[in-house]
């Protein structure tokens, strides 16, 4: 068949049809992956791969429960003792809610991954100015209350009463903002602090206790396993959560709507499909003269089956290629978009921008669809070119 017979006629419109719905495939399954693989690096960069929160509030040696943790699950990589303290910031007439973190300051660095997050400052805890503890704070607590790296700032933190549990004192800290971090997710920018572990027990009047431990493994999607185990081993005293845990609606939502989603999109290609359909069905109407004399001399209905299916599949491949690189261009958009308008409400996803993530099986499946829709589509009007008499296709010309 001529070029111009499989690219005259709708055929462009036909193809066309193929590119957008391929673009918008690559584009929806980017955002939804993006959205998934970008929370999960959050969790596990800023919480750690997992938890031990221990359910008793009397002190013990961490250093044993760490051991303990290491037999059960030689992939432990490190550990960091953590406390988490409800507190109040006040700054010039402005007040927030905020949630202090301590943490071992010589041992953080092992467990989490703050220092990519960094926007401003510097990521490391372990010193102090003067008698006043540094601290790391989200990028929407410094905005909201107009802090700077190296400005200080009070906290109020109640402290029960030793004598009528009922009441309450206030106890006030200072810290200094020693860097500013981009945490991932919308809450802890807007709240999120975090110090040493030894001045935040300070200010709540904890002594030695602590929250529990946050742990990180070899590998992070080993987290699940190893959190199940840990459970067993050390029984009811702790309490083992993995970092999917605290947002496990989240990632069960996207896994329900993700094919979803694709099925849906799928819909625009399958539309164009029955264009390219519709366009072999002329070129079969057309080329009547051509198939007959094919047929004359020698071809069988399978050969001709065959060319039309190529044809179909050729229109098919034109369509994911130039898809594929319309889909980059819409996600390349997207993300510059993002980064100046903010399109992401962090309020509603708990993300405020979402890092695009083309994975290779999405795009695997989408054109393995692609191509076997257009394959079956292809079909009838093959048949028919196929099932064709070359007398009746002579007879007609």
């Known amino acids: 068949m001529s070029r111009q017979t499989l690219f005259g006629g709708s055929a462009p419109l036909s193809i066309l049809g193929l590119i957008l719905g ?19 690096k959050a969790m596990s960069e800023v919480s750690g791969h997992a938890q031990v929160v221990k359910r008793s509030r009397f002190p013990d040696d961490w ?3 760490e051991e303990r943790i290491k037999q059960a699950e030689p992939s432990l990589v490190s550990s960091s003792r953590f406390v988490f303290i409800e507190a109040v910031l006040a700054k010039r007439g402005k007040i927030s ?17 703050l220092k990519p997050r960094l926007t401003s400052g510097s990521e490391d805890l372990s ?26 700032f009070r906290i109020v933190v109640p402290v029960a009463d030793a004598v009528d549990p009922a009441k309450f004192q206030r106890r006030v800290g200072e810290f200094q903002v020693q860097g500013i971090l981009d945490l991932g997710k919308y809450e802890w920018n807007e709240r999120f602090i975090i110090s040493d572990l030894k001045a935040a027990q300070n200010i709540a009047e904890i002594g030695d206790r602590y929250s529990g431990l946050l742990l990180r493994f070899e590998d992070v999607n080993h987290a699940r396993t190893a959190s199940f185990n840990l459970s067993q081993v050390l029984g009811s005293p702790y309490w083992v959560r993995d970092w999917r845990d605290s947002n496990e609606n989240l990632f069960e939502a996207v896994e329900v709507e993700r094919p979803g989603i694709f099925l849906v999109v799928l819909i625009i290609t399958l539309v164009a499909a029955f264009n390219v359909s519709a366009t072999l069905f002329v070129n079969v109407v057309r080329r009547y003269k051509d198939i007959a004399i094919l047929k004359t001399v020698g071809l069988s209905q399978r050969d001709i089956v065959k060319i039309f299916a190529f044809q179909g599949l050729f229109l098919g491949g034109i369509g994911i290629f130039f898809g594929f690189l319309l889909g980059f261009v819409l996600c390349l958009l997207f993300a510059v978009v993002q980064a100046r308008l903010g399109l992401i409400a962090g309020e509603v996803y708990r993300l405020d921008s979402i890092e695009l993530n083309i994975r290779f099986v999405d795009s695997l499946a989408i054109c393995v669809a ?5 394959f079956i589509a292809t079909l009838a009007p093959a048949r028919r070119g196929g099932k064709l008499n070359p007398v009746q296709g002579l007879r007609n010309e």
């Open 22 to 40: 391929v673009a918008a495939l690559v584009a929806s399954m980017a955002v939804m992956s993006g959205f998934e693989s970008t929370l999960k």
């Open 63 to 65: 250093q044993e429960l």
């Open 97 to 113: 809610g905020v949630l202090l973190q301590g943490v071992d300051t010589d041992r953080v660095n092992q467990v989490l991954n």
């Open 127 to 152: 010193g102090s100015s003067g008698d006043v503890p540094l601290a790391l704070i989200g990028k929407g607590l410094a905005s909201k209350m107009e802090l700077q790296v190296g400005e200080r």
């Open 370 to 374: 692609t191509l076997l829709i257009c």
